[in-house]
């Protein structure tokens, strides 16, 4: 059993613990778990072996999962990579990708896999299947929401909690990473931290994106991780062939296949017409929280035995989605559209 160590007890902490035991892991023997935190530490399950302190946890583990706030990662991934151990980094992986970019450069020979929950969700790997075989033809449009009534995090704002995911799955979906952003934030709370972002993406192949995250909007089910949010994890996908929308919190994935045509054959400057197929299912299964974190440690774990990775780096789930971030950071600030080269 690989010996683990587990850096961050909070909300997603313990749902690490939780897949790790539904994977077969003795939290008080296979895991050890670092949190200065006692309130944190008093929220773990019963058993929970803890250390004291950093050097001491990575001196008796094989490697580890950081599970603390963004501002910590950067800190925290050296000292594990430093010391030679495999890491699993939560997402974000870092608040900037040029810190995720010098991360991955002190890596080599290392496994490090990004915690991007979406990419182990049945569902969205259903979608990136069907869009590498092609069945959506040329894809022009895709949509995320991820945002409802929920706290509003100390630690991060809209971009490194929610926006993070969708900048890293929408591109992964279209096969292509954007070429242009366009970004609005707002700080509602006026706490000094983006609580609401929409961002829009233009890919080379013309396809476009939209991203909705924040904190502030109405919600639609109760939010599985934190008890009194309320939220909504939507994605669409629209391409000539096909068209497709996953609800995350219902676990619902509706695909329907066809296409626009001209109402009259001859007028094809005229009125077009929809003619989709009824809806049908891709037989995508559904996982709740905890399993798909298994699936992703799963994933890990077998890296760390095999040395081959198995999930998103520190390239594709760290550098790559943080560009966009930067991005949209620098096209708010400034009012205007940024490129990426």
């Known amino acids: 059993m690989t010996r683990l160590l587990l850096l961050g007890c909070g909300a997603f902490g313990r749902i690490h613990l939780a897949a790790l035991a539904r994977l077969g892991f003795d939290l008080g023997q296979d895991v050890a778990v670092l949190e200065p935190d006692a309130a944190m530490r008093a929220a773990a399950p019963p058993g929970t072996r803890f250390v004291r302190g950093l050097d001491a946890g990575l001196r008796d583990c094989d490697a580890a999962i950081i599970a603390t706030p963004p501002a910590t990662h950067a800190a925290l991934a050296e000292a594990v990579l430093r010391a030679g151990r495999d890491l699993f980094l939560e997402k974000p992986a870092t608040e900037t990708a040029a810190q995720s970019a010098a991360l991955h450069d002190l890596a080599t020979g290392r496994i490090v896999q990004l915690g991007l929950y979406f990419r182990f969700h049945p569902k969205a790997q259903a979608i990136h299947r069907l869009a590498r ?16 009534l929920k706290r509003a995090r100390g630690d991060s ?43 829009q993406l233009r890919f080379p192949s013309g396809a476009t994106a939209l991203i909705e995250a924040g904190c502030v909007l109405p919600g639609e089910h109760a939010d599985a991780v934190v008890p009194g949010a309320e939220t909504r994890k939507l994605l669409a996908v629209a391409g000539n062939a096909a068209l497709a929308e996953v609800d995350f919190m219902a676990e619902t994935l509706r695909l329907r296949r066809g296409a626009h045509h001209p109402a009259r054959r001859n007028d094809p400057g005229g009125a077009w017409l929809p003619d989709h197929a009824p809806a049908e299912d891709l037989g995508a ?33 760290g550098v790559l989605p943080l560009r966009i971030l930067d991005a949209a950071r620098r096209s708010a600030h400034g009012m205007r559209v940024e490129e990426l080269t």
């Open 157 to 199: 704002g809209a971009l490194l909690n929610d926006a993070v995911h969708f900048a890293d799955l929408l591109p992964w979906i279209a096969g292509e990473a954007p070429s242009h952003v366009f970004a609005t934030l707002s700080d509602p709370l006026g706490r000094g931290r983006e609580d609401l972002a929409v961002i």
């Open 133 to 148: 075989a092609g069945g959506f033809g040329r894809i022009h449009h895709l949509s995320a929401r991820m945002s409802g």
């Open 285 to 317: 299964g559904a996982l709740d929280p905890v399993g798909v974190v298994a699936a992703q440690l799963s994933a890990f774990l077998q890296a760390v035995r095999t040395r081959v990775n198995h999930g998103p780096d520190l390239h594709e789930g």
